[in-house]
Each structure stands twice: as structure tokens, then as C-alpha cells.
């Protein structure tokens, strides 16, 4: 498949996408092979997955000729094993393999313990689950995978959204750690791959600022609302699903946390109405769903984080901080810092920046590919 010039250069360029207009002309394949890439002159630049769908025809495999067979994979997974192996050494639970940050492009596998949560997101991925699913099973040894590739962007790619259990048992909700408290996800039918191991390392420093009246916005099952409760006085978790929120109030009596309550709201309708009622809080987190799954998007998005953190802010004692976070990746860590510091003008209060935060480090981020830089976690201080 030959590339037009500026796909050659994007290509060299170590770009590991390219575009379908980048390609000379139309291939006439069906979608999900793995193709030799060349210049318009036959020069071998390469070898990518193709996808007929997606405006996104190649991801880049390889820049050379070697095969792409169950051993190229077995290496590859191995390889994500080993990042794992060395930055978290002894845990069992992250995610094992970050797509293509990790040179497996449109695959997810996160580890829980004993069982594997997996998302096959393009035609190539998919038609080689059977193979990923044998040399997951080979290698690791789970007691069980789980496929939750029922995600929306399937849809670009020409695949409809699909889960089920894939090997072994389905677990239903699995225990694991994080930090000192004891959490529990449900693979099948909790959101993402069950949890959001991405704010795994950024749950634990939650509670190292946690103090006195607490709130945690968008707490799912509680991932920061658990750690908050560890040192704050008292936390209120706000959550807008139901199934969620019952997750939270027993996983908080699995610790013994009895210094929070949850309440099932809109977490934009809660912060009015606490700025309204003149309510204080000491520490305040808040971790919104993405906001803009496009770039037409971005401006309402922008509008949106605006008024969580301004109210957020406004709710702060002096000496109060605010850990917030953007999973949006069409809102970049600029942008993002750009908008906090307007909404602290509005809010008339001096703000510091103590942290600036990322996905933890079972989340890798490809140099050139800054999509998989998604996840921005800042914790501030208002003087
Ligand atoms: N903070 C969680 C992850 C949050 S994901 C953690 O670290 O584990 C976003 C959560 O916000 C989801 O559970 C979703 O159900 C919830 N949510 C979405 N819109 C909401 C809204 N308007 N108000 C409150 N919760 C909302």
C-alpha cells in the first residue's frame, strides 16, 4: 500500500497514523490486514494495520519487514508485561496493555487480579481475537477474560459494540487494591473495562491532601470518595448513576468508612446549589466524564469544566485544595490549565499549582502520538 508524500513524511516523521487521504489511492481491500507500506515509488517504509472504515487507514506495526505472526504478538505483549513488571513491581491490578503506546494498536488489556478485561477496538484487532485471547491465556494464566469492546468508537471502524466473556468465568465483581483501601469493580457490567485504572496512582495521592469537609464529584464506585474518607473529616460523593452509588456505599462499608455519605445527583445541579446555600468545603475533587468526544466539541467541553471549577473553587476554604482532572484528549493539558486560570479571575481567588498529573505509569504515552496523553490531573491550593 504506497503512501502519497505527505503520508511518507507524517510516516517518517514517526507519526503512527495516517490518514485515508494520505494513501495513493484505494487499496480495494476489505479491512483488517496487516499491509507492506511504501513510498509511490515502492520504497518499504514499512508495516501497518488497515482499516477500510476508519478515517484513519494505517496504524504503524513495524518500520521493518518482519512478520506479523502469534510470535510477533507474544513479543510485543511480553514487552508491555515487562513496563509493567518494572514500574509496578508486585501489583496485580493496572492496565497491561495501552494500545498503541504499547505498539498493539487498538488494543486494551487491563489485569484485575486473577482475570483480564480486554477492548479489541479495530477490524484487525478484532479478527485476530481468538490468537490475542490464546497467548493472553498462555502467558498470564487468567481465570478469565472478559470482552468489553462495547465501546462507540467501534462504530468509526466499521464494528458494532460487543461484551461477553471470552475465556474462562465471568468473575462477577472482583476485589482489588489500591492503595489501603479494599475496592470492587464488576468487569462485565461496570463502566470502562469495570474501573478507572488510569486514576489508580492519582486515588492514592488524593488522600496524602485530603482534610477537614470533603466532596468528590463524579465518584463512580469511589475511587477518590474512598481515599478522601481515609483523612477527611467527612465526604459527600456525588454520583448521577444509580447502580454506581450502591457500588460506593458497599464498598465504603467494606472499609469501615462510615464518614461518608452519597448522594445521587447531577454534580453540575449540586455545585449551584452549594454555592447558592453558601456551603464550605477544605478539599474538593473532581473528575467529570469526557465532555467532548470530537473537535467540535471542545468549545462547550471548555465551557463545561468552567463552571465545575469555578463553582468548585468558589465552594474553598482559604487553604483548601482541588484535585481535578480532564480525561477529554480533544482538551489538551494547555488548554485545560488556560481555562483553571480563568475560572480562578472569575472566582477572585489566587490559586496555586501544586501538581500537575497524568495517567499513571501502566499508561504509557507514545511520544508521537499525543492522543494517548488524554488524562490531565491537577491538584491546586487557593490561598
Ligand atoms: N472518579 C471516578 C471516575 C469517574 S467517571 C474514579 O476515579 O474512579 C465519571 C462518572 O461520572 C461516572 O460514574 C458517571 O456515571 C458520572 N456522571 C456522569 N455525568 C454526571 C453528572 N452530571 N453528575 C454526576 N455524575 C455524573
Not at 486494551?108 to 493472553?136: H, N, T, W
Amino acid at each position: 500500500m504506497s503512501l502519497l508524500r505527505r503520508g511518507v513524511e507524517r510516516w517518517q516523521g514517526g507519526h503512527p497514523w495516517i490518514y485515508r487521504a494520505d494513501l495513493n489511492g484505494d487499496p480495494g481491500l476489505p479491512g483488517g490486514e496487516v499491509v507492506r507500506v511504501t513510498d509511490t515509488r515502492g520504497w518499504f517504509l514499512g508495516k501497518a494495520f488497515y482499516s477500510k472504515h476508519s478515517k484513519i487507514s494505517l496504524r504503524w506495526l513495524s518500520f521493518d519487514d518482519v512478520a506479523v505472526d502469534a510470535d510477533f504478538f507474544r513479543e510485543r505483549l511480553l514487552a508491555a508485561d515487562r513496563l509493567r513488571q518494572l514500574a509496578l513491581p508486585g501489583e496485580k491490578t493496572y492496565r497491561l496493555v495501552h494500545g498503541e503506546a504499547d505498539g498493539l494498536p487498538g488494543l486494551v488489556v487491563d489485569r484485575y487480579g486473577d482475570f483480564l478485561s480486554v477492548q479489541f477496538l479495530v477490524p484487525a484487532m478484532e479478527q485476530r481475537k481468538a490468537l490475542i485471547a490464546d497467548l493472553l491465556q498462555a502467558q498470564f494464566n487468567p481465570r478469565g477474560i472478559i470482552n468489553r469492546s462495547d465501546v462507540g468508537v467501534r462504530n468509526l471502524e466499521g464494528l458494532t459494540p460487543e461484551k461477553g466473556v471470552l475465556r474462562g468465568e465471568h468473575p462477577g465483581p472482583v476485589a482489588f487494591d489500591e492503595g489501603l483501601v479494599k475496592m470492587r469493580a464488576d468487569l462485565l457490567e461496570g463502566q470502562k473495562t469495570g474501573a478507572f485504572l488510569d486514576q489508580r496512582e492519582n486515588h492514592v495521592m488524593a488522600a496524602h491532601y485530603a482534610h477537614g469537609e470533603a466532596l468528590d464529584c463524579f465518584s463512580y464506585v469511589g475511587g477518590f470518595a474512598l481515599q478522601l474518607a481515609t483523612r477527611a473529616r467527612h465526604v459527600t460523593a456525588i454520583e448521577i448513576s444509580e447502580a454506581a452509588s450502591a457500588q460506593l456505599r458497599e464498598n465504603a462499608a467494606a472499609n469501615k468508612l462510615n464518614n461518608l455519605d452519597v448522594v445521587v445527583a447531577n454534580a453540575f445541579d449540586f455545585l449551584r446549589d452549594a454555592v447558592d446555600e453558601g456551603k464550605r468545603f477544605d478539599t474538593i475533587v473532581l473528575d467529570p466524564p469526557s465532555f467532548a468526544k470530537n473537535k467540535d466539541a471542545i468549545p462547550a467541553a471548555v465551557r463545561g469544566y468552567k463552571e465545575i471549577n469555578l463553582r468548585a473553587l468558589q465552594l474553598l476554604r482559604p487553604g483548601g485544595i482541588l484535585i481535578t482532572a480532564s480525561c477529554t484528549y480533544h482538551v489538551d493539558e494547555q488548554a485545560f490549565e488556560d481555562m483553571l486560570a480563568s475560572a480562578a479571575a472569575d472566582a477572585r481567588r489566587r490559586v496555586q499549582i501544586i501538581e500537575r498529573r497524568g495517567a499513571g505509569r501502566d499508561h504509557p504515552v507514545l511520544l508521537n502520538l499525543r492522543e494517548t496523553r488524554y488524562l490531565k490531573c491537577f491538584v491546586l491550593r487557593v490561598l
